[in-house]
């Protein structure tokens, strides 16, 4: 996947990225303004990534690009990552890799209930302690009643699954 941001006349990329995907040092020698992105959910389809591999810092698998883990369930932490990151790439350091940790509730496809690799508990554990709609509400409860509704709006059809 490639994602393009474009504003006046900086530019950057965010780049989103595999677990195995080859190492892009090009981008270091050059110092192009990449940003690449790793949304680690903590699976490889049905195996844990501490299962499946001996470094579980994804982030640092590119090398010598610096990079950084992020909770990917927390939209404000991610907003100010993706900000800091733009400003290293465009202050001309070159390229910066982000790891985005977050949860998948659901199986990897239609065959994968989901349930063999974790219990019910765990999902239920997730969702009540790091869910990212349930983290914004809660940090927005202080908001005017207008905000209150936005969000439960988004909130109301996700409860029902």
């Not at 982030?59 to 990151?85: C, M, S, T, W």
């Not at 409860?141 to 109301?156: G, N, R, Y």
Request: charged share 25%; with cysteine; proline share 4%.
């Amino acid at each position: 996947f490639f994602f393009s941001s474009r504003r006046r006349h900086t530019r950057s990329s965010l780049v989103s990225w595999a677990r195995r995907c080859v190492q892009e040092t090009v981008a270091m020698l050059w110092k192009l303004p990449v940003i690449y992105v790793c949304e680690n959910n903590g699976f490889a389809m049905g195996t844990s990534v501490a299962r499946a591999s001996a470094n579980t810092n994804l982030y640092a698998r590119l090398d010598l690009i610096p990079g950084a883990r992020i909770n990917g369930q927390h939209i404000y932490a991610v907003r100010e990552a993706i900000k800091f990151a733009k400003e290293w790439c465009l202050s001309g350091k070159g390229p910066v890799c982000l790891e985005l940790l977050t949860y998948r509730y659901h199986g990897h496809s239609m065959s994968d209930s989901g349930l063999t690799y974790r219990t019910r508990e765990d999902i239920q554990k997730v969702r009540k302690e790091r869910d990212p709609i349930m983290t914004v509400s809660y940090t927005h409860l202080t908001l005017p009643t207008k905000a209150q509704v936005q969000i439960s709006v988004v909130a109301e059809p996700l409860k029902k699954k």
